[in-house]
């Protein structure tokens, strides 16, 4: 029972320390031996009333803090480690990236997201082609155009508030959302496609701007630069851009300050027209341009469209909705500064769906204004108007000649009905030059984002930012090269498609994003915006698809053409991010659904394929053993690298270990799993691994090994496990295959230890595979000889793959050279320096083109057909397109050898394996030679022990009882006459594989197995052993 602390009551010290005493007292009494009757117990016990931090000891309360993994306190949660194990580690995560980020200026929802959007979406097709559309369209397809168009973006706008409110958005704005969604390849696709889109809007309302000053300086002062024409446009939008560039170049709160004036500019022009509309035409000069104010007439007449040619194009519903559209593009001003956002994931919502209603009901309000109150043509002479005339005889004056005034032939209408024209002016120049900003800091800081995303190769450069809100000048540079690009265009017309097209296919993967994460639903997907459906987001994305080849088919298939082709270039690139997006999932979940069907599929013959467990350790040190597995199943079927420790490893070293085999695996270009066994034995750590790794049906079914050349100085034990390895496959039916090269397999203390983000160098631990050409440098370090094998038992060793010290009289350099060419990886040694080229061509042997030769089959028994369907899966690869099958059989010596050679070729046909040649072996149970005879016993004389000598119990070497060898003798034989027709037949080819002999479980040792294996492989070229389960994999049937 826990009671207060007598301090906390106000106790004296005295008192508190009596009490102390006391319980100490009454707790050594409660655990005195003396009294064994009674018990431990606490109902009289007390405890000190602690300060929080003391009663968690190492355990962290939930906080903000420990879920950010982007804050300076990286590592401020207790470790599993810490709280279980008792172990403390000081050292914080080296791979941990600590974010820089801006303390400057930050905007709420209404300045950041709302004023900014209303200003873009308020641009110059408000002022200069609203009129104009209304005129072509007329005042319903007008107000449909603007429906259309707020449907995508309303739309758009639920889908990117889903994406925006489910966690923190940073800066980068759309293609942030896109690329954290639907991964790098659409984000980086869409992120150059937006940010180019923003760069040409900043041409647009430049050039926008550039009409109505243009027209107001020929209009109230009659000025003309050079010829009031495009040329005026080129200077003034030059020097206008200049302007703006310096303006955003000073830094975001500047430009802020600049929007708010613009606001306010623009909404007292607004009102100045909405006024001016009711005030009506207040002279005969513009009546005579088409205003005559609200009539019932006109609101007919301008209620149906009346499509023109206009700048050479037949004008249409969907043409003119290509042109009007960029006046919706506004709505991802506030998302493309979401860096600068005080909460972004608020702030984006609000503003943006508030602009959004706002806009649309005034535009829809203007369409109407202006289709009631201004005639489509006007002669602008006041001659023919009269302020007593009819709206018929207005209308007649334009039908047998050419007028330049009325909705459909002025740019003007909107300063021409405002109540004070001059206002209007100053309303489109602020609607214009806002958006131009807006522009202006959305386009280089998307692309900044996407610089520093490094998804692209060589752009890095203009990704960097300057001051404390890290400005990304150069992107500003960039940004101004491709506007000012645009504004020598200098027509409005021209560039509105392009940009129209490029925003389109924005919104469609914002729409595409958003219906994938929720169809797909990963955990992660919790959006606090609700008010969306993943089906609308389809909807939005198939109407913004089909928008834009309605607008111009040939630009939207360029537009489609360079999104494709920047995912494709992402894609390939591969680059290292792991962002979380909705694709991973979609992948997890097919590939769990997949490997679900898949296991109820019963298996077939035909559709059997190698999936191979190989026993690498750690990868990096036997690369030549990966390189040889990954040729049976790159593109075709599963691989696992397996790798056994001894010892216990703690879960940072786990860790540790699997992520540098990965990583390597991927800088090696191999597609393997890689699996780990610690605390464990090699014999069981095999048979564990082939339980436990894979599921389903994709499991390992072959069990890949590296040769244990070190056996005749191993322990016994250490041979034992080797050999139980092998008994624990085949008793789980599981076919194995033995790998050797004469130079080894294991290139431990030899190559440097593979470093990423300078990890802590893991020793490997050599169980089961080794390498004794290395074996002294691997002790002392020392690298600086290496032996070369040349005997006359590896025959055309240094020929078959390496690069032989005087060139080959059958081979040009040239040739060589590309055969070289395969190897790209370059292997250093433990100081850092590049290993000798014999030995890098030993350890890439199976990566390079292969010398025209043959692989040597010795199907010498039926183990299902594995030990013929390998070697030809071989001689698919292009490295090993030289290499003819050549396959040995054996016959008594009383069988015809033709009808036997016939016999196997009819069946290898059948099988539809194309083989060079098939050799029957006659005299395969002939007696060895003495020579050999003698070999063996001199590989076997240390080994060989008296049944009754005492030393056998406490062995440590190799040991073979005499009444075993005797007993095996005839076996033994035949490996003896197996090796003298295997130096006969195959010591020149690129490759042998042989059925592995099957050792018998209780009647043949661990030694005497590896005595056999060394018999049929020493001296040889590459070696292959292999037995198969016995089960056919091979069929006739198609």
């Not at 207060?4 to 009490?19: A, R, T, W």
């Not at 030809?872 to 292009?878: M, P, Q, V, W």
């Amino acid at each position: 029972m826990y009671e207060q602390d007598p301090s906390s009551s106000g106790s004296s010290g005295g008192k508190e320390g009596s009490l102390q005493d006391h319980s100490a007292s009454r707790f050594s009494e409660q655990l005195n031996p003396s009294k064994l009757g009674e018990k431990a117990h606490l109902r009289d016990s007390f405890r000190m009333t602690l300060s929080l931090k003391d009663h968690l000891n190492k355990e962290t309360l939930p906080s903000p803090d420990n879920y950010n993994p982007h804050l300076l306190t990286i590592g401020s949660r207790a470790t599993l480690d810490e709280l279980h194990l008792g172990e403390v580690d000081d050292q914080k995560d080296e791979n941990s990236e600590v974010e820089i980020v801006a303390a400057g200026f930050k905007f709420g929802w209404i300045q950041g997201v709302l004023i900014r959007c209303l200003l873009n979406i308020w641009g110059v097709m408000l002022f200069l082609r609203l009129s104009w559309v209304v005129g072509q369209a007329g005042i319903l397809q007008a107000i449909l155009i603007v429906l259309l168009a707020t449907t995508v973006t309303i739309i758009t706008a639920l889908s990117m508030s889903a994406i925006s409110t489910n966690g923190q958005i940073k800066g980068g704005g759309t293609y942030y959302m896109i690329s954290r969604s639907l991964g790098p390849e659409f984000g980086g696709a869409i992120g150059i496609i937006f940010a180019l889109a923003n760069s040409m809007g900043i041409a647009l309302h430049t050039v926008g701007f550039c009409e109505a000053l243009s027209d107001m300086l020929e209009e109230y002062f009659e000025v003309q630069i050079i010829d009031g024409g495009l040329n005026d446009i080129r200077i003034i939008g030059s020097i206008t851009l200049v302007a703006l560039g310096a303006i955003v170049a000073i830094g975001m709160e500047w430009e802020a300050k600049a929007q708010l004036l613009f606001m306010g500019i623009l909404i007292v022009a607004l009102a100045n027209f909405i006024v001016g509309s009711a005030l009506g035409p207040t002279s005969v000069d513009e009546l005579s341009k088409g205003f005559v104010g609200y009539n019932l007439e006109i609101l007919s007449t301008n209620f149906q469209p009346d499509y023109r040619v206009s700048n050479g194009l037949q004008q249409s519903f969907f043409t003119v909705f290509a042109i009007f559209f960029p006046a919706a593009t506004g709505i991802l001003a506030g998302a493309n500064i979401s860096g600068d956002l005080k909460n972004p994931s608020e702030a984006i919502p609000k503003g943006t769906i508030l602009a959004i209603i706002t806009t649309s009901f005034s535009y829809i309000l203007f369409a109407v204004i202006a289709g009631a109150t201004v005639l489509r043509d006007a002669s602008g002479d006041p001659a023919n108007y009269t302020v007593n005339g009819t709206v018929s005889d207005y209308m007649k004056i334009c039908e047998n000649e050419t007028c330049e005034w009325g909705l459909q032939n002025s740019y003007q209408v909107m300063t021409l009905v405002s109540a004070f024209g001059p206002l209007n002016y100053a309303g489109c120049f602020a609607a214009t030059l806002s958006s131009a900003l807006a522009c202006f800091v959305s386009a280089p800081k998307i692309f900044q984002a996407l610089c520093n995303d490094n998804i692209f190769p060589y752009i890095h450069f203009f990704g960097k930012g300057y001051g404390k809100n890290q400005e990304p000048l150069r992107a500003y540079a960039l940004a101004f090269t491709i506007a000012l690009a645009c504004v020598l265009i200098a027509d409005l017309n021209t560039i509105a498609p392009l940009i129209t097209n490029c925003y389109l296919a924005s919104y469609s993967l914002v729409n595409l994003s958003t219906f994938h994460v929720d169809l797909f639903k990963p955990v992660g997907w919790r959006p606090t915006f609700r008010y969306y459906n993943k089906w609308l987001s389809l909807l939005g994305f198939g109407l913004s698809v089909a928008a834009m080849f309605l607008c111009s088919w040939p630009t939207a298939l360029v537009t489609s053409a360079l999104v494709f082709t920047f995912f494709f270039i992402v894609k390939y690139r591969k680059p290292d991010v792991n962002w979380g997006s909705s694709t991973q999932v979609q992948v997890y979940k097919a590939a769990l659904s997949s490997v679900q069907q898949f296991s109820t599929i019963d298996e077939h013959i035909k559709t059997y394929t190698p999936q191979i467990l190989v026993m690498t350790g750690l990868p990096y040190m036997r690369p030549s053993l990966v390189d040889f597995a990954y040729l049976f199943c790159k593109n075709n079927s599963l691989m696992i690298c397996g790798d056994i420790v001894k010892e216990r490893r703690s879960h940072k070293q786990r860790t540790e270990r699997t992520q540098k085999s990965l990583h390597w695996l991927r800088a090696h270009k191999t597609k393997s799993f890689y699996s780990l066994m610690d605390n464990i034995s090699f014999s069981n750590g095999v048979g564990t691994l082939l339980q436990a790794t894979g599921i389903g049906k994709m499991k390992p079914n072959i069990l890949l090994l590296g040769y244990q050349s070190e056996w005749k100085t191993s322990r016994n034990s250490e041979i034992d496990e080797y050999f139980t390895a092998i008994n624990t496959a085949l008793e789980m039916h599981i076919a194995v295959t033995i790998l050797r090269v004469q130079e080894g397999l294991d290139y431990t203390g030899i190559i440097r230890d593979f470093d990423i983000n300078h990890l802590v160098k893991d020793k490997q631990n050599n169980e089961g595979i080794d390498n004794p050409t290395f074996a002294n440098a691997r002790e002392s370090g020392d690298i600086a000889t290496f032996p070369t094998i040349a005997t006359a038992e590896s025959v055309g060793c240094e020929e078959i793959i390496g690069e032989a010290k005087s060139p080959s009289s059958t081979e040009s350099a040239g040739d060589k050279k590309k055969r070289l060419k395969k190897s790209r990886i370059v292997f250093k040694d433990l100081q850092g320096n590049e290993l000798p080229q014999e030995v890098q061509n030993n350890i890439c042997r199976f990566r390079m083109k292969q010398k025209r030769g043959t692989i040597d089959v010795w199907w010498l028994y039926d183990d299902g057909g594995l030990s013929m369907l390998l070697p030809y899966i071989l001689t698919t690869r292009s490295n090993w397109a030289n290499s003819k099958l050549r396959v040995f059989c054996l016959a008594d010596d009383n069988e015809e050898r033709l009808t036997k050679q016939k016999s196997m070729r009819l069946l290898l046909e059948k099988f539809r394996i194309p083989v060079s040649d098939v050799v029957v072996i006659h005299d395969m149970t002939h007696s060895p030679s003495k020579p050999t005879k003698t070999w063996f016993d001199d590989l076997t004389n240390e080994f060989i022990r008296k049944d009754d000598d005492p030393s056998n119990a406490d062995s440590n070497v190799p040991l073979i009882l005499e009444s075993e060898l005797l007993a095996q003798k005839n076996k033994t034989f035949n490996f003896m006459r197996l090796r003298e027709l295997l130096l006969q037949y195959s010591s020149d080819a690129n490759l042998v594989v042989m059925t592995l002999p099957i050792p018998q479980k209780g009647i043949v040792s661990g030694p005497l197995y590896m005595c056999w294996l060394e018999t049929l492989t020493a001296g040889m070229p590459p070696f292959l052993l292999v037995r198969g389960n016995h089960t056919s994999v091979l069929t006739f049937h198609s």
